[in-house]
């Protein structure tokens, strides 16, 4: 199983990146997938997840409106495009699968839900 994570960098405030995370090893269009953050000192954070059908995302409020969540199950690849970005998005970014199953509706914020995770990816936004 590998989910690699890319697309970070630096940013200045209100520009935008996207993020992509190829996956393989698995069956990619059966698992509800995700996007968690980190920044130095703090815990990992959820930002935003998505259904293994694609109908159904979530994003944490801190994202709302600015960040989308996508994937492509034909090419095994799961994105996020940022746009409007602040420098309090400053990060590690993390992409991350799960088991499909209705529990997901319910927990797909829990970090500790997640069966699979990428390496990760620097976005930093500064001017």
């Known amino acids: 199983v590998q989910l690699q994570a890319y697309g970070g960098g630096l940013v200045q405030p209100g520009g935008s990146l996207k993020l992509s995370c190829a996956a393989s090893?698995?069956?990619?269009?059966?698992?509800?997938m995700a996007w968690f953050r980190q920044a130095p000192g703090k815990e990992r954070e959820f930002v935003a997840a998505?259904?293994?059908?694609?109908?159904?995302?979530y994003y944490a409020d801190s994202v709302k409106g600015r960040f989308t969540i996508s994937r492509d199950n034909a090419k095994n690849t799961l994105y996020l495009q940022m746009d409007s970005l602040k420098p309090e998005d400053t990060a590690v970014y993390y992409c991350?699968?799960?088991?499909?199953?209705?529990?997901?509706?319910?927990?797909?914020?829990?970090?500790?839900?997640?069966?699979?995770w990428g390496q990760g990816t620097q976005v930093t936004v500064s001017s």
């Open positions: 090893g698995f069956t990619f269009y059966s698992f509800g």
């Open positions: 991350a699968a799960r088991m499909g199953g209705s529990s997901f509706y319910t927990t797909f914020g829990n970090v500790n839900e997640y069966d699979f």
């Open positions: 998505i259904s293994w059908s694609g109908i159904s995302t």
